[in-house]
């Protein structure tokens, strides 16, 4: 690894944790820790405002911040492989935005990097959502976001109708298929629902708030729980 490479991946470990020891910089750059004591000075003298001392740990201060012009040609592809296959999976609005996104970064990236990324051959040329899904997608997503229940007309597998208040805690892809995690006030439980069957959806103006049993981590554990006691 290149020195400035090395430099700049110390200072996008030491933004990423509370507390960074030079042991765990030294074992992830798999260099000594005398030149991780000799990188920190370096950086600190070019300006870089961490503090810490050799023993304690090091942290950056508040406010600091580096774009991520310095992707290898590796990273670069890996990029535009993530969003080549996440387009085709997302709703409209947050692919456009990953699009966007992907844009700006192969702006400023290197010539012979960007070049490498932009003729990846490696597409995802699965068919896009259909376009209910896709806008039922978009508004789960930012009901999620917004802690706002859901009114919800809801098709099962089995062919039958429901209406449900729910409490929207994530959405998740199954492959083909997408899935509404959410606190069920009909069922007063956690319920997993396909969003290719939702008939129709309403953001209601009424917000929710964590509750104790009623979180994300709460369905996650009761789910492990549930595997735990069948295997």
Known sequence: MRRADRLFQIVQLIRGRRLTTADYLAQRLEVSMRTVYRDIAALAQQGVPIEGEAG????????????PLMFSKQEAQALVATVRMAESRLDAALARQAENALSKIL????LDARAAAESLALYAPLPALDPATSAHLTA??????????????????GGVKS??????LACLFWG???TLSAWCELRDDFRSFRVDRIETLLALDET?????GKT????????????????
Do not use: C, S
């Not at 304690?56 to 774009?67: I, K, N």
């Not at 789960?140 to 597998?157: N, P, Q, V």
């Open 208 to 212: 929710f708030r964590d509750e104790p």
């Open 107 to 110: 702006a400023v990236l290197p």
């Open 140 to 157: 789960l997503r930012e009901a999620t976001e917004a802690r706002r229940k859901l009114k919800m007309g809801y098709l099962d597998l």
């Open 56 to 67: 304690v740990g090091y942290r950056m201060r508040a406010g600091f911040d580096l774009p």
């Open 216 to 231: 994300l981590a709460d369905m996650n554990r009761q789910r492990e729980a549930h595997e735990a006691g069948g295997a």
């Open 163 to 168: 209406e449900r208040i729910v409490r929207p």
């Open 176 to 178: 083909p298929v997408w």
